[in-house]
Nanobody, 120 residues
Framework: QVQLVESGGGLVQAGDSLRLSCAAS?????MAWFRQAPGKEREFVAA????????DYADSVLGRFTISRDNAKNTVYLQMNSLKPEDTAVYYC????????????????WGQGTQVTVSS
């Protein structure tokens, strides 16, 4: 079992920055961030490989968001810059305990989510 606890969400203005954190109870393989806006399906945001050497981003956040991880702390981060109102969503941390391609979107552990609201 892996517990994931997200933190760092909040209310910001358009153009601001925010950093999300997700602490895992133990070491995992690929970790990722997803988000779900009201009335929409959950969508992929970013992923990072177990060693941090490979990353993958959704087109909508490429160049604005950066995913990173600190394996000494079993923690993954999402640095979000130049935030837009359309980034408003609940952000979920995800992890998997098996090795596969970073582009594979299936994860077996999920956090409870943290709300990010961007006002215009």
């Amino acid at each position: 079992q892996v517990q994931l606890v997200e933190s760092g969400g909040g209310l910001v203005q358009a153009g601001d920055s925010l950093r999300l954190s997700c602490a895992a109870s133990r070491r995992t393989y690929t970790m990722a961030w997803f988000r779900q806006a009201p009335g929409k399906e959950r969508e992929f945001v970013a992923a990072i490989s177990s060693g941090g050497e490979n990353t993958d981003y959704a087109d909508s956040v490429l160049g604005r968001f950066t995913i990173s991880r600190d394996n000494a702390k079993n923690t993954v981060y999402l640095q979000m810059n130049s935030l837009k109102p359309e980034d408003t969503a609940v952000y979920y941390c995800a992890a998997r305990t098996y090795s596969t391609l970073i582009t594979y979107r299936v994860y077996n552990y999920w956090g409870q989510g943290t709300q990010v609201t961007v006002s215009s």
